[in-house]
Antibody, heavy 119, light 113 residues
Framework: QVTLKESGPVLVKPTETLTLTCTVS??????????VTWFRQPPGKALEWLAY???????SYSTSLTSRLTISKDTSKGQVVLTMTDMDPVDTATYYC???????????WGQGTLVTVSS | DIVMTQSPDSLAVSLGERATINCKSS????????????LTWYQQKPGQPPKLLIY???TRESGVPDRFSGSGSGTDFTLTISSLQAEDVAVYYC?????????FGQGTNLEIK
C-alpha cells in the first residue's frame, strides 16, 4: 500500500523560504511510472497544482510560480522536497503531496499540512 | 492555461435522487492520437484530502461505487451520482491533465436537501 505524508513548518514569516517534505512509503521513488506532485489549497478555496517530479527525473512547475519553486528528490530516503521562496500571507494554505503515475491523475494523497504565513 | 469551469457552484439533492455536476474546459482535452479525454474527477470531504473518483473522463477508480459515473468529451463533461447517499456529501472537482499546468475547476459543493 502506497502512502504519502507531508511535513514542514506550521508557521513561516513573510519573505521566508518554505521547505516541505513528502515521505513516500510502500513504493520506491525509482520505480517505473512513479512520481510525486505537490498541490495547495487556501482555506475554503479550490485546489492548485504546484509541481511534479517523475521517475525519469522529469520536473514540471506551475507557470505562475515557477520562479519561486524548486522540487527535488532523495530516492534513498523516499522523499520529495518542495521549496517555495519569498512567502507571502496569500500563500497560506494546506499543502498536499500525491502520487503521480505520469498520465496526469493523482492517487493516493497525503493528509496535507497547513502552512500559515504571518509575521 | 486551460480554464476549468464547473456548474453549479452548489447543489442540494434529496437522498436517493440523482446528482449531476458539469465541467467545461476552455479548450478541448481530447487527444486525437488515442481518442482519450484527459479529465479526472475528485471528491473531497471536509477535513480530508481529495480522493480520485474517475479518470479518462469515464473510468472509475478501483473501489469507487458504481453509482458514480463520468461522461462527456472534448470540452463538456458530467459527473453523475445515480442515487445520492449521505456519505456522498462533499466538494467535487474536475481536473484536466491534457497539458501543464494541470488545472482544477472551482469545485461544486454537494449537500443533502
Amino acid at each position: 500500500q502506497v502512502t504519502l505524508k507531508e511535513s514542514g513548518p506550521v508557521l513561516v514569516k513573510p519573505t521566508e523560504t518554505l521547505t516541505l517534505t513528502c515521505t513516500v512509503s510502500g513504493v520506491s521513488l525509482s520505480s517505473i511510472r512513479m512520481g510525486v506532485t505537490w498541490f495547495r489549497q487556501p482555506p475554503g478555496k479550490a485546489l492548485e497544482w504546484l509541481a511534479y517530479f517523475f521517475s525519469n527525473d522529469e520536473k514540471s512547475y506551475s507557470t505562475s510560480l515557477t520562479s519561486r519553486l524548486t522540487i527535488s528528490k532523495d530516492t534513498s530516503k523516499g522523499q520529495v522536497v518542495l521549496t517555495m521562496t519569498d512567502m507571502d500571507p496569500v500563500d497560506t494554505a494546506t499543502y498536499y503531496c500525491a502520487r503521480f503515475n505520469g498520465y496526469g491523475w493523482f492517487a493516493p494523497w497525503g493528509q496535507g499540512t497547513l502552512v500559515t504565513v504571518s509575521s | 492555461d486551460i480554464v476549468m469551469t464547473q456548474s453549479p457552484d452548489s447543489l442540494a439533492v434529496s437522498l436517493g435522487e440523482r446528482a449531476t455536476i458539469n465541467c467545461k474546459s476552455s479548450q478541448s482535452v481530447l487527444y486525437s492520437s488515442n481518442n482519450k479525454n484527459y479529465l479526472t474527477w475528485y471528491q473531497q470531504k471536509p477535513g480530508q484530502p481529495p480522493k480520485l473518483l474517475i479518470y479518462w473522463a469515464s473510468t472509475r477508480e478501483s473501489g469507487v461505487p458504481d453509482r458514480f459515473s463520468g461522461s462527456g468529451s472534448g470540452t463538456d463533461f458530467t459527473l453523475t451520482i445515480s442515487s445520492l447517499q449521505a456519505e456522498d456529501v462533499a466538494v467535487y472537482y474536475c481536473q484536466q491533465y491534457y497539458s501543464t499546468p494541470y488545472t482544477f475547476g472551482q469545485g461544486t459543493n454537494l449537500e443533502i436537501k
